[in-house]
C-alpha cells in the first residue's frame, strides 16, 4: 500500500485528491491548518494531520507523525486579486510565504527520506495563470510563477535519485471555495484602489460575457495529479482543465 500525503485538505482541490486516492485504496495523509475530521469519509487507511507549511516545527512534527511516504502534493495555496498598488506587502509576503516557500520548505523536508530510498513523487499544484497574463493578479501569479521554476529546476537535481517531480498546473474553477475567498481578502483590506474602478468594471464585465467559456472543474485536477503519481512517463508539466489545455497549447 502506498502512503500519500497531500497539503491543504481542508477543501477544493486537495479535498478531492484525497477523496480519490483513498478510493484507490492508498493509504492517505490528509494535512489542515485546522483539522477537520469531517470532510472526508471515515478510513483506516486516512490519517488527517495539523500542518501549516509555513511553519518549520509544524512540518517536522507533521513527517514525523505521518511515517514514510511514497508521494507528497504540495497543493496548500492562498489567493488573492487587485492591482498590485492595492496590494499591502505584507500581502505579498503571505502569497509567497504559503504558495512558494511552502512548497520549498514541504520538498526540502521529504527529500532526506526520498533520497535514501532513491524513490519518491513530489507533485506541484501551480496554476494556468502563469501561462498568460492576467490583469488583477500579478502578485499571486509571481507566487505561483516562482513554484513552475522552481519545480523544473528541482526535477532536474533529482533525476539522478530516481525523484520524479511534476508540475499540475489548474485552470479556472469556479467550483471551489479559491475565487470568493481571494474577494474576501480583498474586501477585508479596503477594496480595490479608486484609480482603477473603471479598468476594474471593464474586467469584470468582460468575464461575465464569458459564461460559455472552459473552466476547470476538480476531477480534471484529480487526474492529473494521479497521473503524475503513477505514471512514471508522464510529462513535467501537466494542464489540468479544458481551458488550462487550451493555454498550454
Known sequence: MKTILITGCSS?????????????????????RRPRNDVLPSSG?????????RDAESIC??????????????NAGIG???????????????????NTFGTMAMTQAVLPQFRKRREGVII????????????????YTASKAA????????????????????????????????GGTARSRLQDQGGFPSPYEDFVKQIFSAREQQVEAPVTPPADVVAAVWRAA??????????????????AG
Open 12 to 32: 477544493g482541490f486537495g479535498l478531492e485528491i484525497a477523496k480519490f486516492f483513498l478510493d484507490k485504496g492508498w493509504r492517505v495523509v490528509a494535512t489542515m
Open 147 to 178: 513554484v513552475n521554476a522552481f519545480t523544473e529546476s528541482a526535477a532536474l537535481e533529482l533525476e539522478p535519485f530516481n525523484i520524479r517531480v511534476r508540475l499540475v498546473l489548474p485552470g479556472r474553477a469556479p467550483d471551489t471555495a479559491f
Open 230 to 247: 503513477t505514471d512514471p512517463l508522464s510529462p513535467m508539466r501537466i494542464a489540468a482543465g479544458a481551458d488550462a489545455v487550451a493555454l
Open 61 to 74: 512534527a507533521a513527517l514525523e507523525a505521518a511515517g514514510p511516504i511514497d508521494v507528497l502534493v504540495n
Open 45 to 53: 487507511n486516512l490519517t488527517v494531520l495539523a500542518l501549516d507549511v
Open 80 to 98: 488573492w486579486m487587485n492591482v498590485i498598488e492595492g496590494t499591502p506587502m505584507e500581502t505579498v509576503r503571505d502569497l509567497f510565504e504559503t
Open 124 to 139: 506541484n499544484v501551480s496554476s494556468s495563470v502563469t501561462l498568460k497574463p492576467l490583469p488583477l493578479l500579478s502578485a
